[in-house]
């Protein structure tokens, strides 16, 4: 009888132990997610409290970063090689679309269909560009534009030029004055290269990119870093995200900051969520989806640090809702404009062409530009010291010679790009083409 005694209470102990697992596996979310801290913060307090509210229980969120969208998209890759069935991070929150649509294709993602009244709120896509996966994969949770900001005070007292578009970012005046970031470390500045890309055309964008990229001070690994540096002088010009210059905007105040979508090749695009394949915590993965798209989060990006219903985080978040109405609700307290009713004809984006050639743009970009940036600038100001006009156009168009066609890198990115002995070996094809393209252009100037 004690025996048995004995094997019954360890068997509650066990019932009891497994329980107190589930319990604590079920009010956790592990989220892998390059957003700023602001927004993590702002996310991690209301949606415990609208669980709380929802569920009568609370629960713990873990945010995790690898160190920018790019890396995040890597990291999960990889994790799902090593362990196919799941690798205990619950959701992906931020860095745009295109990693979201390679993870959809992977089959990396699990499908989760909100509501009908939810659903009805959020327009299927914005200026041709899809702000949720028709399988419901992935949902834009915000809506980003991109652009160029400048310290308007410092250009006027410079006597700088204006610059409302892409092209004239490659100005000779400019040279040394843009602040951009790095393609290979940041998704918001792939983002505004592949836009450049895909408005241009492969051989001008990567012309336009070239110089543009000789004009550029120096690169910095994160966007966010560019919008500061702006305000501060470092920089006159910067290529950034709405939110970040709209941040710096609320704080130095419109008549010194300035930003502008350049109609030469807008985008307007959604900064996604989805539910990772394996979720260990699928209904509360569920339920920070659902919260994400509702009023009570929306309202956290659009409305000022000083609304009640607004975020309590200093100078607020700054980012565009994906539900149009809420604009007329609001009204003027929007600290952001209505992206649904702006005026703008951007290019037909081509979300999945960017997220297929996405690593081979970066790292085009990161050995064409900004590996030999000393040498790209120096070539810049020598092209632009000489007075023959013919020798400035014979020296600038083979200054936008490119390694590889359109067409090349498509294929390559769909096959061999993946292997790394075959990448490495062309990254040193391309560094030796880059120095060689530099001297020659340099001798035609002259």
């Not at 004239?168 to 500045?189: M, N, V, Y």
């Not at 290269?193 to 120096?218: C, D, H, M, P």
């Not at 509360?284 to 989806?289: D, G, H, I, P, Q």
């Amino acid at each position: 009888m004690q025996l048995k005694l004995s094997s019954f209470i360890g068997l509650i102990f066990c019932l009891v132990s497994v329980l107190q697992f589930s319990w604590a596996a079920e009010n956790k979310l592990v989220i892998m997610s390059p957003h700023w801290e602001g927004i993590e913060k702002e996310f991690d307090r209301n949606f415990k409290s609208w669980y709380k509210s929802k569920t009568g229980h609370d629960i713990k969120l873990d945010w995790i970063d690898q160190g920018g969208s790019s890396s995040d998209f890597r990291f999960i890759e990889s994790e799902f090689k090593r362990v196919p069935e799941g690798i205990g991070i619950d959701l992906f929150f931020g860095g745009g679309t295109d990693n979201y649509m390679k993870l959809a294709e992977m089959d990396l993602l699990h499908s989760f269909k909100l509501s009908e009244e939810k659903l009805n709120r959020i327009p299927k896509e914005i200026y041709g560009i899809p702000i949720y996966d028709s399988q419901y994969r992935w949902y834009g949770a915000a809506l980003s534009s991109f652009g160029i900001m400048h310290n308007e005070f410092l250009r006027q007292r410079l006597k700088l030029p204006e610059v409302k578009t892409w092209q004239d970012l490659t100005q000779p005046e400019l040279l040394g004055k843009i602040g951009a970031a790095d393609p290979r470390e940041s998704g918001s500045a792939h983002m505004i290269y592949e836009i450049i890309l895909q408005g241009y055309g492969w051989q001008k964008g990567f012309a336009l990119i070239t110089q543009l990229g000789a004009n550029v001070r120096s690169f910095s690994a994160g966007s966010n870093a560019i919008p500061k540096n702006v305000v501060k002088g470092q920089v006159i010009y910067g290529m950034a995200i709405d939110f970040y210059a709209y941040a710096q905007i609320a704080v130095a105040g419109k008549e010194k900051i300035k930003f502008v979508i350049p109609p030469d090749a807008a985008v307007v695009s959604p900064d996604s969520i989805a539910i990772l394949k394996g979720a260990e915590n699928l209904e509360a993965a569920k339920a920070f989806v659902a919260f994400t798209l509702s009023d009570t989060a929306q309202k956290l990006w659009v409305l000022p640090n000083s609304d009640p219903e607004g975020p309590k985080w200093p100078g607020g978040l700054n980012r565009a809702s994906v539900i149009p109405s809420l604009y007329d609700e609001l009204g003027e307290k929007c600290v952001v404009p209505n992206p649904f009713t702006r005026n703008l004809t951007p290019i037909q984006y081509d979300a999945e062409k960017g997220g297929i050639r996405w690593d081979i743009v970066s790292d085009l970009i990161g050995i064409l530009v900004i590996e030999n940036h000393k040498n790209l600038v120096s070539t810049w100001e020598t092209i632009n010291k000489t007075k023959d006009l013919q020798k400035r156009a014979t020296a600038i168009k083979i200054l936008g010679e490119m390694p590889i066609t359109e067409d090349e890198a498509m294929r390559l990115s769909k096959s061999e790009w993946k292997r790394p002995d075959f990448r490495n070996r062309k990254l040193k094809e391309w560094a030796q083409f880059s120095r060689e393209k530099f001297r020659r252009a340099k001798k035609a100037a002259k």
